[in-house]
C-alpha cells in the first residue's frame, strides 16, 4: 500500500466508526464517510467539516450503493452494535450484517481495495470456553433475542471469508470486545452509559441478575489503536481486540458510583434471555502480530468518560432516558 490511504468508513458517524476516521485522518489519510444516522449522530463529524480529506455519504451501505474514485481499503464498521439498539431494530441488523457486508465486500472486489470487517466478541454466545480464543466457535442461540446480532456478524465473518478464498480479497476481521469512551450515546442501553448517566442523574444505577456476569472493558483509544494495527499488518483470521481486564458488572457500578461521588442505589432487574455470563478475551494474537495491547486502565478511562457526560449534561445534551431509539421514525423500520 502507498503511503497515503483513500479508504471507506461505513457506519462513519457512529460511536466508534467516527473515532476511527479520526485516526485515519490523524495519519494524513483521506476518508470517505458512510453512514444513515439510524445510530450514528452527525454530531460525531461534525468536527470534520471543511476537512478536505474527509467527504461524507449519507446513505444504507444495506441497499445498492456506488462509491466514485480509487479505494485503498473498505472499514465496514455499520451495524446497530448495542442490544437496545439491536433489539429494536432487528431487521436493519440483519440486513447490514448481510446485505451490507455483501455490498461492502463488493466494492472492495471492484476497487482492489483490502477489506476489514468489524465483528464482535458476540459470535461467541454465551460462551463456554473462557477466556475466549479465536478457535472457539461460539454457543449461540440462533433464534434468541439476541440472535439478530450475533448471527448477522457470524454471516457476515462467513462472506468475509468466502471473499477472501473465493475471489482473493484482502481481508481483515476483527472480534471487538466491550468499547467505551467519549462519543456514547447516553441512551443507548450499553453498561457503561447507562451507569454513568443513572450515576449523573442520582439515579438508582441498574443491573441484571446479580450483577455476577463478567464483561472487559476497552478504552475507545485503545480499541481504535488495535483496529489500526490489524487494517495496517493483520492477517485474514478473526483477531480479537479488547482488554482482558475482568470486572463484574456489579464491580463497574460501583467504580462507577466512587469516580463520580453518587449516592445513588445499585437496584437488581432480571437478567435478560441469553445474557453472557463471562467475556474476557484471549489477546494473545494480537500481542504477538500486532504487538498491541491496551494502555489505558479501567479507572482511568471511566474518569474521562464521565467527564465526557458531565459536558454533554451541562450542554443539555443528556436527554430523559426513555427518548433511545423510539424516536426512529416507523419508515426506518423494514
Not at 472499514?75 to 446497530?80: I, M, T, V
Not at 494473545?284 to 479501567?298: C, F, I, K
Amino acid at each position: 500500500m502507498s503511503d497515503r490511504l483513500r479508504v471507506l468508513v461505513t457506519g462513519a458517524a457512529g460511536f466508534l466508526g467516527s473515532h476511527l476516521v479520526d485516526r485515519f485522518l490523524a495519519d494524513g489519510h483521506e476518508v470517505v464517510g458512510l453512514d444513515n444516522f439510524i445510530t450514528g449522530s452527525p454530531d460525531n463529524i461534525a468536527h470534520l467539516t471543511g476537512n478536505d480529506r474527509f467527504s461524507f455519504l449519507r446513505h444504507n451501505i444495506s441497499t445498492e450503493t456506488y462509491i466514485a474514485g480509487p479505494l485503498d481499503g473498505v472499514l465496514h464498521f455499520a451495524s446497530p452494535a448495542s442490544p437496545i439498539d439491536y433489539l429494536e431494530l432487528p431487521i436493519q441488523t440483519l440486513k447490514v450484517g448481510s446485505l451490507g457486508t455483501f455490498n461492502a465486500l463488493g466494492i472492495a472486489k471492484a476497487k482492489q481495495a483490502r477489506f476489514f470487517l468489524a465483528s464482535t466478541s458476540e459470535v461467541y454466545g454465551d460462551p463456554l470456553v473462557h477466556p475466549q480464543t479465536e478457535d472457539y466457535w461460539g454457543n449461540v442461540n440462533p433464534v434468541g433475542p439476541r440472535g439478530v446480532y450475533d448471527e448477522a456478524k457470524r454471516f457476515a465473518e462467513a462472506a468475509t471469508m468466502a471473499y477472501h478464498r473465493y475471489h482473493g480479497v484482502d481481508t481483515r476481521i476483527i472480534r471487538i470486545f466491550n468499547t467505551y469512551g467519549p462519543r456514547m450515546r447516553p441512551n443507548d442501553g450499553r453498561v457503561v452509559s447507562n451507569f454513568i448517566v443513572q450515576a449523573l442523574t442520582g439515579e438508582p444505577l441498574t443491573v441484571y441478575g446479580s450483577g455476577a456476569q463478567t464483561r472487559s472493558f476497552c478504552y475507545v483509544s485503545d480499541e481504535v489503536e488495535g483496529i489500526y494495527r490489524l487494517f495496517m499488518h493483520g492477517d485474514s483470521e478473526p483477531t480479537n481486540i479488547g482488554n482482558p481486564d475482568e470486572y463484574t458488572v456489579r464491580q463497574l457500578a460501583e467504580m462507577v458510583l466512587e469516580l463520580t461521588g453518587s449516592q445513588a442505589p445499585i437496584i437488581e432487574r432480571p437478567l435478560p434471555t441469553d445474557d453472557p455470563k463471562v467475556r474476557k478475551p484471549d489477546i494473545s494474537r494480537a500481542r504477538s502480530m500486532l504487538g498491541w495491547e491496551p494502555q489505558v486502565d479501567v479507572r482511568t478511562g471511566l474518569a474521562r468518560t464521565i467527564e465526557f457526560f458531565r459536558q454533554r449534561m451541562r450542554s443539555g445534551g443528556i436527554r430523559a432516558r426513555a427518548a433511545a431509539v423510539d424516536e426512529q421514525p416507523a419508515s426506518t423500520r423494514v
